[in-house]
């Protein structure tokens, strides 16, 4: 149905250019905010046009979603979807920081057929392709197997008072990096509070469920794809055995912050 080995070349380029406007390596970059607190530069811009038109071009009958293209609502009459965001992390990128990555997943009836990641700041590619695996640089990825959830690794900053009996690794900005993470057993779990949208999530949701992560939304609920409101409260990304714990320990929080929208 596509050519897998082309559509890394086309991820790989999208890479490449976002790299090539990158401030870290030394580039100057002109930079925004969309709205408020909600940065955006050139350089996503440049991505975003870049791979609609390549996409686009390699498989003509997909509808297509992304950050940084107003939403058309012929996609939801389509069987087949990209969801693009073209930099995933735009502050850390902005800041000259490694933390981000070209996010790319193909999706079918609501459910991702492929998703990849190409940081090549840090010099990673990750693909997931369902029912086959997840890879990270052509080795496969075997996610995190905790069995007990205090302790377990959280890709944070800082921890709430109540979650101090977990411990924290680095963080990058991009969300699908930080899932990436639990996919490659460098962190235990992943979870976010807030109302998020589809193109966030897909790539990396799939590389973290095919290395055996468990995966739903906030709520401890599969994560649906292509909605007409395309966005899902909370992402969860665990150890299997610790998820369900997880999604207790999450609950009272969940509903509270996401009543407003259910």
């Keep these: 149905m596509i050519d897998r080995a082309r559509l890394e070349d086309i991820v790989r380029e999208a890479g490449r250019i976002a790299f090539g406007s990158w401030p870290g390596a030394g580039h100057a970059l002109e930079s925004w905010e969309k709205t408020p607190g909600n940065p955006v530069c050139a350089a996503d811009l440049a991505v975003d046009a870049f791979l609609r038109r390549e996409l686009g071009r390699l498989l003509p009958a997909a509808g297509w979603l992304s950050e940084e293209t107003a939403d058309d609502p012929a996609r939801l009459d389509r069987g087949l979807i990209w969801l693009v965001d073209p930099i995933d992390g735009t502050r850390d990128f902005i800041r000259g920081r490694t933390g981000w990555a070209v996010s790319v997943a193909l999706i079918s009836e609501r459910r991702p057929l492929i998703g990849m990641l190409a940081a090549p700041a840090r010099g990673e590619e990750w693909i997931g ?7 990270r640089n052509g080795e496969p990825l075997r996610a995190s197997r905790r069995e007990v959830f205090p302790g ?40 976010t509070l807030r109302w998020g949208y589809e193109w966030d999530i897909a790539a990396a949701a799939l590389i973290a469920r095919e290395a055996g992560a468990a995966v739903t939304d ?6 649906n794809y292509n909605k007409r409101d395309p966005r899902a409260f909370g992402l969860l990304i665990s150890a299997p055995a610790i998820h369900s714990a997880a999604v207790d320990r999450l609950a009272g929080r969940a509903h509270a912050l996401a009543r407003p929208r259910r």
């Design 129 to 135: 392709i369902s029912g086959q695996g997840s890879w």
């Design 152 to 191: 377990a690794r959280v890709p944070a900053d800082s921890l709430r008072r109540e979650d101090r009996d977990l411990a924290t690794v680095n963080k990058p900005n991009s969300i699908a990096l930080r899932a990436a993470m639990v996919a490659a057993d460098e962190a235990d779990l992943l979870a």
């Design 218 to 223: 906030a709520f401890g609920d599969p994560l």
